[in-house]
């Protein structure tokens, strides 16, 4: 499906392939720009840069890789803070000249909209002025400052831009299977979201894929320049504009329904007016996914998330009948998500570049948790099996994928 241009070829002119890549520079101040010691411990031999057809280069896995599977881990070539386009393109340009030939020679590699520029070849030039301009413009990430949030104090937290050389191969797609964050300023991590297979592009979200179609659309033309050939938004443009608008307020109201009973579970026990009144929002999504299961309007993940949104419901009324609280719920909370995830879990910035069902799912499963102060066994087993259930619709692998992910997990006898 892609073009042969690995990695390897690529990097063949500068030498051998490195798995880890050292790049100790000294470190300056620039207008408060740090010039971080590069210390890149990315993962290579679980992808490699391709030609992906429309789009350029690309990510591509270069074996079936799990959902959760770190796939980048990598600290920033430079970061600005007070960040921006400008003060990222300034010490760009400035610092470039002091750089190792090979960090040179991948920063000549990186996409910056210039069609005379040669990405591959064998002297690295200098950067030149619309270069590095470009270069900052499609490849600058701007990471969340989640000490400075977790603190409250809005005053302290600054925003921050940064190159991450890596990271900066993958592209973006509406229905994206990776996903980034930086547990620090200057590091970005990446991992799979959903399972990978072998040969399929690994892809972030440049921006919140759950906006409408037209929003988006736009949004990417004028940040990026580019039209998004993702699936999401092929699909997207398949459909007229009236049938777009329909299901987005189809999708609103079946999410509304299932909040209902969230809201309940969460308030108090719920009694069994709530009880019958879930079960037949519970009917209502079945019977949706069973006149939408391969339905040309809705896309892919609207079944998805259908179906984990009736996954949730089904597990409230479950563990409401069975009744109580459970130390087996909280281990849930705690193993569902990979670590780095879970530490951010209530920031609202991070869902904005993450599969809304990832938060939707801990909420959940915190709010059953909150049942009430004990929970008999028969809840706790109502629950792992949800959560099996769950993990399925988002991650695959039925109930054994589960076990080998969380096979500690297991009822706790009081
Ligand atoms: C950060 S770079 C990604 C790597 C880039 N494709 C390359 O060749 O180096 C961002 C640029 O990649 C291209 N791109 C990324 N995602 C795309 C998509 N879904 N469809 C089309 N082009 C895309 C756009 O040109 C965008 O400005």
């Known amino acids: 499906m892609f073009r042969a241009t690995t990695w390897r070829k690529l990097t063949s002119t500068v030498g051998t392939l490195q798995y880890i890549d050292r790049v100790l520079a000294s ?3 620039f207008q408060g720009v740090r010039r971080l010691q590069h210390e890149s411990l990315t993962k290579r031999a679980l992808w490699e840069i391709a030609e992906v057809p429309g789009k350029g280069l690309g990510v591509v896995a270069s074996q079936d890789l799990p959902a959760g599977t770190p796939i980048m881990d990598e600290t920033a070539l430079i970061t600005a803070s007070p960040g921006g386009e400008e003060p990222l393109r300034a010490a760009l340009l400035s610092q470039y000249p002091t750089m190792p030939a090979a960090t040179q020679a991948r920063i000549q590699r990186l996409f910056s909209g210039l069609l005379d ?5 064998s002297a690295p030039p200098t950067l030149s002025d619309a270069q590095a301009r470009g270069v900052v413009r499609f490849n600058t990430f701007a990471p969340f400052d989640h000490v400075a949030m977790t603190t409250g104090n809005d005053a302290s937290i600054v925003p921050t831009t940064g190159l991450w050389l890596s990271p900066s191969f993958l592209n973006h797609a509406c229905s994206h299977n990776a996903f980034w964050h ?3 300023l200057d590091r970005m991590v990446v991992r799979t979201v959903v399972p990978v297979a072998k040969g399929t592009e690994l892809t972030i979200a440049y921006r919140n894929a759950h906006d409408p179609f037209a929003l988006r659309a736009l949004a ?3 940040r990026y320049a580019m039209t998004c050939m993702c699936p999401v938004c092929t699909a997207d443009r398949r459909v007229s504009e009236t049938d777009r608008a329909a299901r987005s307020a189809d999708m609103e109201r079946l999410s509304a329904l299932a909040t209902n009973v969230f809201e309940w579970a969460a308030e108090v026990d719920m009694d069994a007016a709530d009880d019958e009144a879930a079960r037949g929002i519970a009917e209502h999504l079945d019977q949706w996914l069973v006149a939408h299961a391969g339905s040309e309007t809705y896309r892919p993940h609207d079944v998805r998330y259908i179906q984990y ?3 949730c419901v089904e597990l409230y009324v479950d563990v409401d009948n069975a009744g ?3 130390r087996a719920a909280d281990r849930i909370v705690t193993a569902l998500v990979p670590t780095d995830l879970r530490v951010q879990w209530f920031d609202e910035e991070v869902r904005g570049s993450a599969p809304d069902w990832l938060f939707d799912l801990i909420r959940c499963v915190r709010t059953a948790h909150a049942f009430s102060a004990q929970m008999p066994v028969r809840a706790q087993q109502a629950l792992l099996e949800h959560a099996a259930k769950l993990h399925d619709v988002m991650f695959g692998g039925g109930e054994e994928g589960f076990r080998a992910a969380f096979g500690e997990l297991a009822v706790v006898e009081e």
């Open 309 to 311: 949104l009736l996954g």
């Open 220 to 222: 990417l033309r004028e």
């Open 182 to 184: 930086t547990p620090t």
């Open 117 to 121: 520029h040669d990405r591959f070849g």
């Open 324 to 326: 109580g609280r459970s």
């Open 27 to 29: 470190r300056t101040t």
